[in-house]
């Protein structure tokens, strides 16, 4: 819904699946497809193909990683070198056991 799209490449994802097509008709696509609603405790599971977004979700996703790429490469390596630091840390205690002997306190 945020990214105002619908389907992989857009409502054909809906309106030309047959599964689609026998659990509905082939002129609706699902909530997620529709336009906000201004009533939305009584906003329907389906609407009207024409009140939908028509732009498939598949280039919308993947512009929006693009565009944020550098953000995700850097949570990434984040949380990358922390677990690499946890590792070291474990390794050194295990050292230090090894070579004093475990002390109950």
Wanted: with cysteine; charged share 20%; hydrophobic share 35%.
């Amino acid at each position: 819904e945020t990214l105002e799209c619908c389907g992989l490449e857009g409502q054909d994802s809906y309106t030309n699946n047959t599964k689609w097509i026998a659990a509905h008709d082939k002129t609706t696509v699902p909530a997620s497809c529709c336009k906000k609603s201004e009533d939305a405790e009584n906003a329907a599971k389906t609407c009207n193909a024409a009140d939908g977004f028509t732009d498939g979700c598949y280039d919308k996703v993947y512009n929006t990683l693009a565009d944020n790429a550098g953000l995700v490469i850097g949570i990434t390596l984040g949380f990358i070198v922390i677990q690499i630091i946890g590792v070291c840390l474990g390794c050194v205690f295990c050292q230090r056991i090894a070579r004093d002997g475990y002390k109950e306190v």
